[in-house]
């Protein structure tokens, strides 16, 4: 299974974008989907999931601003971001985690200038 996301790029705080990542397969019993980001000499962090059932989790830095939402028939999981701020810049990295593997995305940049 191969992830390929999309959507990152240069941002003014306060701006919005919207991160797309498409599984190259249909994966029928993904425990939940979601979006990672990392900055360097940090760890990875968790900033949104959704469950197949739709039970969404999201990072307290995030709550308010972003929306995850997924589109099972498209193989797809979106990461609407709204209220850009420079802290938000990274590397965002979606992932599948299934029973026995997790799966990710090669990463897509976001920067927010001040």
């Known amino acids: 299974v191969q992830l390929q996301a999309s959507g990152g790029g240069l941002v003014q705080a306060g701006g919005s974008l919207r991160l797309s990542c498409t599984a190259s397969?249909?994966?029928?019993?993904?425990?939940?989907m979601g979006w990672y980001r990392q900055t360097p000499g940090k760890e990875r962090e968790l900033v949104a999931a959704?469950?197949?059932?739709?039970?969404?989790n999201y990072a307290d830095s995030v709550k308010g601003r972003f929306t995850i939402s997924r589109d099972n028939a498209k193989n797809a999981i979106y990461l609407e971001m709204n209220s850009l701020k420079p802290e938000d810049t990274a590397a965002y990295y979606c992932?599948?985690?299934?029973?026995?593997?997790?799966?990710w995305g090669q990463g897509t940049l976001v920067t927010v200038s001040s």
């Open positions: 992932y599948i985690r299934t029973v026995s593997l997790t799966y």
């Open positions: 397969t249909r994966i029928f019993s993904d425990k939940s």
């Open positions: 959704i469950t197949r059932g739709g039970t969404v």
